[in-house]
């Protein structure tokens, strides 16, 4: 007999099973799980954490209107609520989290469970980091940047008026819990914004990862779960990994850094508005790799390849109106130079980086305008 053939009634492809990992930090060890679906079940993932039972939402409006309804069964409290976006990452809506844990009575037997993107999971964990001196936090990331970078590793912290991060504390949360289904909403610009992220760690460590999503890029996209899972989990290796040799970034750990500098300058320069992070991190790599491959460190084809998955991946914002001389004066104000010294994560090849402190504004300047800066 022959099948018709009804798409629609095909069974999806299998759900990818459960990741589990422990992040080794040296203040303090923790699970950190990936699972879809994770989020319809977090009451039980948060007992499974030994979360203390009285557990206070943090969260964004944006997030709750798309995903609150799963998380009811967490806490019959109403959620915190804080507004979204980056101009809102500041001491002031710390403190409207600290009213509203006096308010309800918040002690030290409560714990904060954050559930956001990184904005919402900085403040969230700078409010736990310092409330009572410290409560207990559960990060539950909801962008894909959240998920394989800023919920993992406890930095936590808010923006001061004259710069970003400046105000902050190390504070481990007590689990990462991570849902790929929570993407399906995300925009699909913040979505390619992490996806750079991503990028970046096969850069630093995994030619595999970087492999994996030049050709996944059409399900990683669509949100395909069983696309996901494997890059989110790599991803998460990597930063853990990193982040138990050097939680407080001394050393190692800066080469997460990778795209950073010409990245956060990028930034600065054009005052946060017109790049999302990820997005000026991908031309921190492409000048980064530019200037390895001047300095003969990296293979051509290594440069070409990364520049190709980033234009496989959609458009960039323009670059062609920033003055490269600007943008190194910029780099000159950065937090990664350390007394005098430019700590510059150099890629070698894709899947291993190595830390220059000798890279010149002149070099610099020179990659910038290869990658399509205006000379200055
Ligand atoms: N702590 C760290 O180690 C670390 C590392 C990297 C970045 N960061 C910080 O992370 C922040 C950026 O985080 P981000 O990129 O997640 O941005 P974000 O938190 O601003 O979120 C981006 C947007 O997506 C929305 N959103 C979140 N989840 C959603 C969902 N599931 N569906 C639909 N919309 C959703 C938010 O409302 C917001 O408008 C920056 O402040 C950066 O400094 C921290
Ligand atoms: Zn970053």
Same mark, same amino acid.
């Given at each position: 007999m022959l099948l018709s053939y009804h798409p629609l009634q095909m =069974? /999806?492809?299998? #759900? =990818?099973?459960? %990741?589990? @990992? #422990?992040?080794?930090a040296a203040s303090a060890a923790y699970p950190l799980t990936i699972e879809v679906g994770l989020s319809k079940n977090l009451a039980s993932a948060l007992d499974d954490a030994k979360l203390p039972r009285r557990r206070l939402i %943090? /969260? /964004?409006?944006t997030v709750w209107r798309f995903h609150g309804e799963r998380f009811r069964s967490v806490t019959s409290e109403e959620p915190i609520l804080i507004p979204d976006g980056e101009r809102f990452k500041n001491l002031s809506t710390v403190g409207r989290i600290y009213d509203a844990l006096v308010n309800t009575q918040a002690d030290r037997g409560c714990?904060?469970?954050a559930i956001g993107g990184g904005v919402v999971g900085d403040v969230a964990g700078f409010a736990a980091a310092t409330f009572l001196r410290g409560v207990p936090i559960v990060q539950v990331p909801t962008t894909l940047l959240a998920q394989v970078d800023s919920a993992i590793g406890g930095k936590t912290g808010v923006n001061h008026a004259l710069g970003k991060n400046l105000i902050g504390a190390f504070h481990q949360p007590l689990a990462v819990l991570v849902? =790929?289904?929570l993407l399906a909403t995300l925009p699909r610009r913040e979505f390619r914004s992490g996806l750079y992220e991503v990028v970046k760690y096969g850069v630093i460590a995994s030619r595999d990862l970087f492999d994996t999503i030049d050709a996944q890029l059409r399900p990683l996209f669509a949100r395909d779960t069983a696309a996901l899972v494997p890059i989110i989990a790599e991803s998460c290796r990597i930063k853990a990994r990193i982040v138990g040799e050097d939680e407080k970034e001394s050393g190692p750990r800066r080469v997460l850094n990778l795209g950073h500098t010409a990245g956060h300058a990028l930034e600065s320069v054009t005052k946060y508005r017109r790049?999302?992070?990820g997005e000026a991190v991908?031309?921190?790599?492409l000048t980064a790799a530019e200037l390895a491959c001047t300095r003969d460190l990296m293979p051509r084809p290594d440069r070409d390849a990364l520049a190709s998955l980033i234009r496989k991946m959609g458009p960039l914002p323009p670059i062609g109106d920033l003055d490269a001389t600007q943008v190194v004066e910029a780099v000159g104000r950065d937090k990664k130079v350390v007394d005098g010294t430019l700590h510059y994560?150099?890629? @070698?090849?894709?899947g291993a980086t190595t830390i220059a402190t000798d890279v010149t504004g002149a070099e610099l300047q020179d990659a910038l305008r290869v990658v399509g800066l205006r000379g200055g």
């Open positions: =069974p /999806s492809a299998a #759900t =990818p099973g459960p %990741v589990r @990992l #422990t992040v080794r %943090v /969260s /964004s409006p714990a904060i469970v849902d =790929p289904e790049f999302r992070h991908a031309y921190g790599m994560v150099v890629p @070698l090849r894709i």
